[in-house]
């Protein structure tokens, strides 16, 4: 896929990693198959395609990689502990190739949900949990998909060309750095 995309149009200019997989339950609960799931979608798939498409931002000497993590990653969270690991991974590596890829003009950015309302979120959480949250987030809502949006197109764009290395939550202030 990725050279097919450069070849049709000769450049890569931004990669958004935003792939995501969870099965929540508690740690001492779960399955191995489902770790392997967990690490192999929310951190490989970062690994494997900012591997295919970081040489070519590197060659034109300009690109933007904004990785999604998980406010999960940076705190915990309970029930979710592969995929809070997993998420702290793409955080770390967001940072690690932010240093790496500066000097070829690359910038590199993870943005980290908090409760956001998806067919994921619905998937696992009961009106109870939704409840919860709700009262605990300071703006009194869950995330709609469009707040997440919104972050990573300002990171993808050009108007956040001095930003690089930087991890932010999008958690209604949940989560606050």
Known sequence: MVGRIAGQFGRIDVLINNAGW???SPFV????A???RAIAVNLYGVLHTCQAVLPIMAGQGAGAVVNLGSDAGRVGSSGEAVY???KGGVIAFTKSLAREMARHQVRVNCVCPGPTDTALFESFAG???REALTR???FR???QPADVANVVAFLASDEASFVTGQTVSVSGGL???
Not at 29 to 32: F, H, I, K, M, V
């Open 34 to 36: 489902d770790w392997d």
């Open 29 to 32: 609960e779960s399955e191995p």
């Open 175 to 177: 989560t606050m750095s």
């Open 22 to 24: 969870d099965k929540a």
């Open 84 to 86: 809070s690991a997993a």
């Open 127 to 129: 009106p109870k949990l």
């Open 141 to 143: 809502r869950l995330g």
């Open 136 to 138: 605990a987030i300071p």
